[in-house]
């Protein structure tokens, strides 16, 4: 798959030019040569004002003590308080450290995990066991958190969890290890239960690309005696690498987004400290107070955190010469 | 080890014959691994109700009961709003693939003028969200609250599958293009006969995650539909059963009302159970239209013939 | 090419517009408003939003909802919440958009504040004489400062208060068999708990082949309540929330790093150095807590009895009655007697009001009228004559086993509209006028037919006629509930309770899992963390609630 943009777009209608415009007038000629391309994008630009920009107005209510009953331009002006309130808060710190790792280890395995997924489901030759394979392997995807979660509390219970069992009878451990008792572990069991439940699911998309590889090149290199390891390090992963840029640089935006569920549903008094991320924060103080002017603000926050991420990762993209968002 | 080797296929040196035996083993330790929670649910969701508080099921039912799911379906509003469900995933992908795909291939197109500006418009919503209050009222003003199309508009186009498309649409050759280009092709004869077709691949991948985001959608109705059942969908009305089963837990304050129906009633259903159900039914209709769409990217695809 | 284009975008745009345009129907009553002072009975139907859980329907559809139609012509549609709470509630108060009669639990607060409500007192006057008189002793409770009446609480208590012969409430609960195992002893203080749970632990390492659990309890995400609620219990006080009050200066204490708590504390890290505590007791979620109880090797918890009721029902399904429990009234050494028991209480922040959408709400309040009276009680809560229950020749009210199993099966319940009706309606409690229990559950007859042969062998053993009978009567404390008190949305009562939630969900663990030798050390962080929140205002605030309610302002 060739990734190359090529730098000299021919213009679909080769218009005689009388003379060169420049400027404005550049811009208004080319929207009139392009208008079918306008055509096609500029009515869901329009949507996309109403429905995503428009809004945004809503974010007045992160500096007024919001009470529904009012219309928001009667409110109570609050200044920053809520703000805050947030990062005052004696816990701001634990929270957003915990949001960050727990971000940071899921997005680190989610990503290999299901890129190596996608390759191995790849390499395997005999086509109705690969398809049969890739549906289990997303069936996870389907069972709710809070089945999930039960399911993950029980491989880790204490006597009828396999986890432990394995562990005790190959002698690895002399007693069995109380696993979400122990707030150290709590990140990674996140990370697991995560990409147990999503990897089938992500690689979804690298197959998509994988496919989108021209088969020839497999052929000429097998001719050439590249190995296994050489075909997917050479073919494979480079035909992948503009969605794995895409989609990382997409995904660093969402670097406050750790996920909500799974770390509530199995926080518990002896984890805690490690669990609780800015989601189940703002869910205590917000949402479950009715008081949406500190989710608001939290929200705000978000935005101003995944915006730098989002920003630097897509110049870094850029001055590497990757693919990148924009 | 003769499944082995037909799972393997045929091989050509020793490093192939290592490399395809581990795969295979590790394929399988996987598919244990990840088949294992459904058909564990499936077993409780056989299981009789009251039995299943007791733990211990595992891939096979302890006290097989088709209760739970008679339960289910005894709701008579289940299967108008499974047809809405179908309706509104069906329409839903539809359009939404399809906006989704036309914008994504004019932001492809290096020449483009408003190419940057209209990324950079879509990529920014991704991280901005004016709140849930705000996005009620905005859809009240456009009344769109209340009627079937609140499920279709309001996510006609989804940005991470936007810029996906646009990514893989980049990928295409770009000769393909000018050849078409010079043969007198417009833009939307170059979208519809050469990008999409192309693009199969990511397009079936888009169709799975918003036919699934469809499917399994309720929020929407519960905000903005929940009082028209006639346009309720089956995620909703089973959130409804799971709910009121949940009655007897929620509310500390009505403990005392509940209570009453606790003490002198048997629970013949559970959360615990009816949640099984519902993952089963919600989960088989996904399950049986999925091969229909694996094909399209789990195959091999040549470029060759119409890179010519 | 570019015009088929071009109409094919057009199509898209209509489309988008269309969607636009297309006005939802408005579901809102088609009632014609009735002549002056006289009610009309034509059909007219209602939206009801309900915040609690149940089934979405028609009031109409049930045996008792097609009764009180006739009579008044009001039908109900009832739709009950799915979703969260002040999500539902905060979009509807920002739009408007009120259903036409609301009863709005918790998010009662946010309905007031945006006057969503109608003011009931001359409608009540008007049409409404029998609720006026069922609710007169406690109108003051729900009149609000402006002298207005927005909604109707539930329960109002007539004549005589019975407690309920059972303990669904608060209690430290038992394995039967352990009682048995050494002669049905009386168990009343929490070291005599600990002690015999000790005793039966050590001869009975295993249960049914699996390790016997000597204590557990609830620990998991909100219900933890049901952990840190017991020092308050065993020094004698019902549940008044996060604080007890105290019977002569009527000042409310937080009792979260009291003594007590120090006590309690202390006896389980005490039993858990002996290996009595479940090693999984912080850590188990409510799925496994249940199975635990279930399985029929714990021994002991704390816990409020409508927690577990699955639980329960799994123990007594499985046929051992010794292996099912018991609630015991433990208390620490040296308090007199224990209060586990509910004093009579009236929630007066919880209710069903109608908002400023209905139209004739009149109409309303005529069909609460209806069904309060004494006959349509009886109807709603006992079900119909014998179908549901007999009447003895000396007028009291029983059930036969046939009639208990029909009047539980939930299907029964829904189709006449015992379960739609029975709460979240404007109701009584108590007697009714002929002595009868208005809840069946508190009719001794009832309750004692519904005893297993199992449960009458223990009745027995401790010469008792119901369980709740082993527990003290509650004192009379006419402030009960406290946390019914308004605390609003938001309010730094609110803060306050949720930091201490945190608090102690994070330091209760450390505490009673800590080495004996640094339990101490445990306790002091723990206070220090707590006092460092501003407890005062906590408590003054409640104290105040207290003083008010014994002055009659709620």
């Known amino acids: ?326 | 080890m003769n499944l082995l080797k037909k799972l393997t296929g045929k091989r050509r040196s020793v490093d192939d014959l290592i490399f395809d035996s581990v795969n295979v083993v590790l394929m399988l330790l996987l598919c244990v691994v990840m088949l294992y929670p459904m058909l564990n649910t499936l077993a409780v969701s056989f299981n009789e109700a009251t039995d299943s508080v007791r733990g211990g099921i595992y891939l096979w039912p302890r006290e097989f009961t088709t209760y739970n799911y008679a339960h289910v379906f005894g709701e008579s509003q289940l299967l108008h709003a499974g047809m809405i469900s179908v309706l509104r995933t069906v329409i839903g992908t539809g359009l939404s693939v399809f906006c989704t795909a036309m914008v994504a291939y004019t932001i492809s197109r290096q020449y483009f003028v408003m190419r940057k500006f209209v990324t950079i418009a879509f990529v920014l919503t991704m991280y901005l969200n004016g709140g849930l209050i705000p996005t009620y009222l905005l859809m009240r003003e456009l009344s769109l609250i209340g009627t079937f199309w609140i499920y279709i508009i309001p996510g006609l186009i989804g940005v991470f599958n936007l810029i996906v498309v646009r990514s893989f649409i980049e990928g295409l050759p770009e000769t393909i293009f000018e050849s078409a280009r010079i043969d007198g092709a417009g833009e939307f004869t170059q979208f519809f006969r050469i990008a999409l077709p192309l693009c199969l691949p990511v397009i079936a991948t888009i169709s799975l995650f918003v036919a699934v985001f469809q499917w399994n959608q309720w929020f929407d109705v519960f905000l903005y539909n929940s009082s028209r059942p006639e346009l309720s969908t089956l995620q909703y009305e089973l959130m409804k059963i799971l709910q009121n089963s949940n009655a007897s837990m929620t509310s500390r304050t009505a403990a005392d009302a509940f209570a009453s129906a606790q003490g002198q009633s048997q629970n013949v259903v559970t959360p615990t159970s009816i949640r099984a159900a519902m993952t089963i039914i919600v989960s088989v209709p996904i399950i049986c239209v999925y091969p229909f769409l694996q094909k399209y990217f789990v195959k091999g695809l040549t470029l060759g013939g119409v890179k010519g | 090419m570019i015009k088929k284009n071009l109409l094919l975008l057009l199509a898209l745009s209509l489309l988008l517009i269309f969607a636009a345009c297309s006005n939802s129907s408005d579901s809102s009553t088609d009632a014609d408003s009735g002549e002056d002072g006289e009610v009309s009975t034509e059909p007219v139907s209602y939206h009801v939003f309900n915040a609690t859980a149940g089934r979405d329907l028609d009031t109409n559809t049930t045996r008792i909802g097609k009764l009180f139609e006739e009579e008044t012509g009001v039908n109900f549609n009832i739709e009950y919440l799915v979703g969260d709470l002040n999500t539902k509630v905060g979009v509807m108060v920002a739009s408007g958009d009120y259903p036409d009669v609301i009863v709005p639990d918790a998010a009662i607060d946010t309905l007031l504040d945006a006057e969503a409500f109608i003011p009931l007192n001359d409608l009540l006057e008007e049409h409404g004489q029998n609720i006026l008189d069922a609710y007169s002793d406690y109108l003051h409770m729900f009149t609000h400062d402006d002298g207005n009446i927005y909604y109707i609480p539930f329960g109002a208590t007539v004549n005589e208060y019975i407690p309920n012969p059972n303990i669904d409430q608060g209690a430290f609960w038992i394995q039967r068999g352990v009682l048995k195992e050494y002669g049905f002893p009386e168990v009343n203080t929490l070291t005599e708990y600990f002690e015999i749970i000790e005793r039966y632990a050590a001869e009975n390492p295993q249960i049914d082949g699996m390790n016997t659990i000597p204590f557990t309890g609830l620990t998991y995400d909100w219900r933890f309540f049901a952990f840190s609620n017991a020092p308050n219990h065993l020094a004698g006080y019902p549940n008044d929330g996060g604080v007890m009050i105290d019977m002569d200066t009527h000042e409310a204490t937080v009792y979260a790093d009291s003594d007590y708590a120090y006590e309690y504390l202390k006896t389980l890290n005490e039993a858990n150095a002996k290996g009595l505590v479940d090693r999984e007791l912080f850590v188990a979620n409510y799925d496994e807590y249940l199975a635990k109880l279930s399985s029929g090797r714990v021994l002991g918890f704390f816990d409020y009895g409508w927690q577990f009721g699955d639980a329960r029902n799994a123990l007594r399904d499985a046929g051992n009655p010794d292996r099912e429990f018991m609630a015991l009234p433990i208390v620490f050494d040296g308090v007199d007697y224990d209060q586990y028991l509910d004093p009579p209480a009236f929630t007066s922040n919880r209710g069903m009001g109608i908002t400023t959408s209905a139209e004739n709400p009149e109409r309303i309040v005529q069909f609460w009228d209806n069904m309060i009276k004494e006959e349509n009680q009886k109807l709603i809560m006992w079900g119909f004559e014998d179908e549901h229950y007999s009447i003895a020749e000396d007028g009291r009210y029983f059930r036969t086993d046939e009639q208990l199993a029909l009047a539980s099966k939930e299907e029964e319940r829904n189709e006449t509209g015992m379960a739609t009706f029975e709460w979240s309606w404007p109701r009584l409690n108590g007697t009714f006028s002929d002595g009868n229990a208005v809840e069946p559950r508190r009719q001794p007859e009832v309750a004692f037919a519904d005893y297993s042969d199992g449960d009458r062998e223990y009745l027995e053993a401790y010469g008792i006629s119901t369980f709740a009978e082993l527990f003290a009567q509650p004192d009379d404390r006419p402030w009960y509930p406290v946390w019914s008190a308004n605390i609003e949305q938001g309010s730094p009562q609110q803060i306050f309770e949720e930091r201490t939630d945190e608090l102690l969900r994070r330091h209760y663990a450390r505490i009673v899992l800590a080495d004996p030798a640094d339990f101490e050390k445990e306790w002091e962080d723990f206070v220090n963390a707590y006092r460092s929140l501003d407890v005062d205002a906590y408590e003054n605030f409640f104290t105040e609630v207290v003083e008010n309610r014994l002055n009659g302002e709620w």
């Not at chain 1, 208004?28 to 945004?56: A, D, G, N, T």
């Not at chain 1, 750790?258 to 103080?285: C, H, K, T, W």
């Open chain 1, 1 to 326: 798959m060739s990734i190359q943009q090529t730098p000299t777009p021919i213009e679909p209608k080769q218009l005689t030019p009388k003379q060169k415009p420049t400027g404005f007038m550049l811009f208004v000629q080319k929207c009139k040569e392009q208008k079918v391309l306008l055509l096609m994008s500029l009515p869901f630009l329009i949507w996309l004002f109403i429905f995503r920009y428009v809004p945004l107005y809503g974010w007045t209510m992160a500096f007024q003590d919001f009470r529904p009953a009012r219309p928001i331009l009667e409110q109570d002006w609050a200044g920053w308080k809520h703000f805050e309130f947030l990062f005052t808060d004696p816990r701001f710190f634990e929270v957003l450290r915990n949001t960050l790792a727990m971000s940071f280890i899921n997005l680190v395995l989610g990503f290999v995990t299901a890129i190596t997924l996608a390759i191995l489901l790849n390499e395997l030759r005999n086509l109705t066991f690969k398809r049969v394979v890739q549906t289990i392997s997303y069936m996870p995807h389907f069972l709710s958190w809070v089945v999930a979660a039960g399911l993950v509390s029980y491989t880790l219970s204490l006597e009828n969890g396999i986890i432990n069992i394995i562990l005790t009878n190959l002698g690895i451990v002399k007693e069995p290890i109380l696993w979400l008792g122990i707030g150290e572990y709590f990140w990674g069991i996140i990370g697991a239960s995560d990409v147990w439940k999503n990897v089938g699911w992500n690689s979804i998309i690298y197959l998509a690309a994988i496919t989108m590889i021209d088969t020839e090149q497999y052929e000429a290199a097998e001719i050439d005696g590249a190995s296994r390891f050489q075909r997917i390090w050479y073919i494979t992963i480079p035909g992948m690498k503009t969605v794995i840029v895409i989609l990382l640089i997409m995904n660093l935006g969402y670097i406050l987004e750790s996920g909500f569920e799974a770390q509530y549903l199995l926080m518990n008094p002896m984890n805690m400290d490690y669990a609780e991320n800015l989601d189940i924060f703002v869910l205590r103080y917000g949402i479950s107070m009715g008081n949406f002017s500190l989710a608001t603000a939290a929200g705000i926050f978000k935005t101003v955190v995944s915006f730098i991420f989002l920003f630097s990762a897509n110049s870094i993209a850029k001055r590497l010469g990757e693919a990148r968002l924009f």
